[in-house]
């Protein structure tokens, strides 16, 4: 039996609660300092080298890159409940968090980490198909889909609902997959990282062949922006993986 560290109980509902609340403070101050930082450095003064990396010259109106704030702190809120969910299912003995390194061995420590990448992918692909049935979409998703051409601050932007969905992978895959709280937070900071470089608005990928290369296989702003713009193609999360084994990949002749 795997043993909690917690230093409170949160089968006590107002310890639920405030540590939700604290978790949705760091959530969303982690999303405007990440956010804010990348959207105050390419877009207040964009570096002269970026200039040709840009996607699309022009950021949604004030309004809409208003409504993106708005209901990414919504979604903030939503991922705290999840964080706690995952201590409260670490304190039941449900949650297979482990805190001994040695538990499972280094290279399982590494390889962890792919693991949850991996199993994110195929359920962020499959989740994010099924909110494109119009039912859905109408519905749920048109809400991250508000702006053709998204700015940085729609990286967290979905209706709670899709939130939910996003929201509850982590506490589902725990459930199942031994992880150490350290993984946990990187991968974490990587999803993070990926859902902001998707929505900056800029090429993030060298030019050089090999960049040109990658960018067939990892998904970065010009993939995902091309989604925004043509729905019906590239729903992958990280890689192109599935888009290309189901045909749901939008090829381009060129890239940026
Ligand atoms: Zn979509
Ligand atoms: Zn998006």
Same mark, same amino acid.
């Given at each position: #039996?795997l043993?909690?560290?917690?230093? *409170?109980?949160?089968?006590?509902?107002?310890?639920?609660?405030?540590?939700?609340?604290?978790l949705?403070?760091?959530?969303?101050?982690?999303?405007?300092?990440m956010?804010?930082?990348?959207?105050?450095?390419?877009?207040?003064?964009?570096?002269?080298?970026?200039?040709?990396? +840009? /996607?699309?010259?022009?950021?949604?109106?004030?309004?809409? +890159?208003?409504? $993106?704030? @708005?209901?990414?702190?919504?979604?903030? /809120?939503?991922?705290? *409940?999840?964080?706690?969910?995952?201590?409260?299912?670490?304190?039941?003995?449900?949650? @297979?968090? %482990?805190? =001994?390194? $040695?538990?499972?061995?280094?290279?399982?420590?590494?390889v962890? !980490?792919?693991i949850?990448a991996?199993?994110?992918? /195929?359920y !962020?692909?499959?989740t994010?198909? #099924?909110?494109h049935?119009?039912?859905?979409?109408? @519905? *749920?998703?048109?809400?991250?889909?508000?702006?053709?051409e998204?700015?940085p601050?729609?990286?967290?932007?979905? &209706?709670?609902?899709?939130?939910?969905? +996003?929201?509850?992978?982590l506490?589902?895959?725990?459930?199942?997959?031994?992880?150490?709280?350290?993984?946990?937070?990187?991968?974490?900071?990587? #999803?993070? /990282?990926?859902?902001?470089?998707?929505?900056?608005?800029?090429?993030?990928?060298?030019?050089?062949? *090999?960049? #040109? %290369?990658?960018q067939?296989?990892?998904?970065?702003?010009? &993939?995902?922006? =091309?989604?925004?713009? !043509?729905?019906?193609s590239?729903?992958?999360?990280?890689?192109?993986?599935? =888009? @290309?084994?189901?045909?749901? $990949?939008?090829?381009?002749?060129?890239?940026a």
């Amino acid at each position: #039996m795997l043993t909690s560290y917690l230093p *409170f109980t949160l089968l006590v509902p107002s310890n639920f609660l405030l540590a939700a609340l604290v978790l949705t403070v760091v959530v969303a101050a982690r999303y405007f300092l990440m956010v804010g930082l990348a959207w105050l450095a390419l877009y207040r003064s964009t570096p002269g080298s970026w200039k040709s990396r +840009q /996607i699309y010259q022009h950021l949604p109106p004030r309004s809409i +890159q208003l409504f $993106e704030i @708005r209901t990414s702190l919504i979604s903030s /809120i939503i991922f705290g *409940f999840s964080g706690v969910l995952i201590g409260l299912f670490w304190e039941l003995g449900w949650a @297979r968090l %482990y805190l =001994d390194f $040695e538990a499972f061995g280094w290279t399982y420590l590494f390889v962890s !980490f792919f693991i949850l990448a991996a199993v994110h992918e /195929i359920y !962020f692909y499959f989740t994010h198909r #099924m909110l494109h049935e119009p039912w859905a979409y109408r @519905r *749920f998703h048109a809400v991250h889909h508000k702006s053709l051409e998204p700015s940085p601050w729609a990286s967290f932007s979905f &209706h709670p609902v899709e939130a939910l969905i +996003q929201a509850a992978f982590l506490p589902l895959i725990v459930l199942a997959v031994p992880v150490h709280p350290v993984v946990l937070i990187a991968y974490l900071t990587v #999803m993070t /990282i990926s859902a902001i470089i998707n929505h900056l608005g800029f090429e993030v990928l060298p030019r050089s062949a *090999f960049g #040109m %290369y990658l960018q067939r296989w990892i998904i970065t702003g010009t &993939h995902h922006s =091309d989604h925004h713009r !043509f729905f019906k193609s590239n729903f992958g999360l990280y890689v192109t993986f599935l =888009d @290309r084994l189901l045909k749901t $990949e939008r090829e381009r002749k060129g890239r940026a």
